[in-house]
Structure formats: C-alpha cells, structure tokens
C-alpha cells in the first residue's frame, strides 16, 4: 500500500471493524478482518 493512501485512511473508527465481522461475517482471522485491524489499528 501506497504511503499517501496509508495516510489518507480515517483514524480511530474502530466501529467499521466491529461492523464488519458482525454484519459482514468476518471471522477474526479472515483477511478482511486483519486488513481493517492493521488500517485502522484495531
């Protein structure tokens, strides 16, 4: 991943994660999962 897009991601939104595995059925160690912890570390 690019650096300016790295930076370009929202901070802090530790709900589109929780939103994802409940709505969108990731499990914890899905690559969608990992994906939104390592971008928006949690």
Not at 5 to 29: F, I, Q, S
Request: with cysteine.
């Amino acid at each position: 991943m690019s650096e300016s897009v790295r930076n370009e991601a929202p901070k802090g939104n530790a709900d589109l994660c929780t939103l994802g595995k409940k709505y969108g059925g990731w499990r914890a160690d899905s690559p969608e999962s990992r994906i939104c912890e390592q971008t928006y570390g949690h």
